[in-house]
C-alpha cells in the first residue's frame, strides 16, 4: 500500500525559510513523478512544484518560482520543498502527491495518491 508522509511544516515569519520533507513507502519511489500542492480551507487545490522521476526535469507555479525548490532522494524514497522567502500568501496545508507517470504535471487528476498534509503559516 502506497503511504506518503509529509513533515517539516510550521509557523515562520515572513521572509522566513522551511524545508518540507515527504516519505514514501509501499511503491517503486523512483518510478514516479512527484509533486506537492497546496491548500486553504474553502479554495482549491493549488499546484505548487513537481519533479520527473529522474530528476532532470522540474516544474513551478509562477508564484513560488525563484523562491521554492523541489528536490527528491531516491535512495532514500524522500521527496523535499526547499522554501525560502517566504510570504504570508504561501500560508497552506501542504501535501505531497505520487504521479501515475514518470513525469509531473500541474494538473492533480494526474497524481494518485496523496499524504495528509503538513500545515506552513507564515506571520507578517
Known amino acids: 500500500q502506497v503511504r506518503l508522509v509529509e513533515s517539516g511544516g510550521g509557523l515562520v515569519q515572513t521572509g522566513g525559510s522551511l524545508r518540507l520533507s515527504c516519505a514514501a513507502s509501499?511503491?517503486?519511489?523512483?518510478?514516479?513523478?512527484m509533486g506537492w500542492f497546496r491548500q486553504n480551507p474553502g479554495k482549491e487545490r493549488e499546484f505548487v512544484a513537481g519533479?520527473?522521476?529522474?530528476?532532470?526535469?522540474?516544474n513551478y507555479a509562477d508564484s513560488v518560482k525563484g523562491r521554492f525548490t523541489i528536490s527528491r532522494d531516491n535512495a532514500k524514497n524522500t521527496l523535499y520543498l526547499q522554501m525560502n522567502s517566504l510570504k504570508p500568501e504561501d500560508t497552506a496545508l501542504y501535501f505531497c502527491?505520487?504521479?501515475?507517470?514518470?513525469?509531473?504535471?500541474?494538473?492533480?487528476?494526474?497524481?494518485?495518491?496523496w499524504g495528509q498534509g503538513t500545515q506552513v503559516t507564515v506571520s507578517s
Open positions: 509501499g511503491v517503486t519511489f523512483s518510478d514516479y513523478g
Open positions: 519533479i520527473s522521476n529522474a530528476i532532470s526535469n522540474t
Open positions: 502527491a505520487k504521479s501515475r507517470w514518470s513525469w509531473s504535471t500541474d494538473t492533480d487528476s494526474t497524481f494518485d495518491y
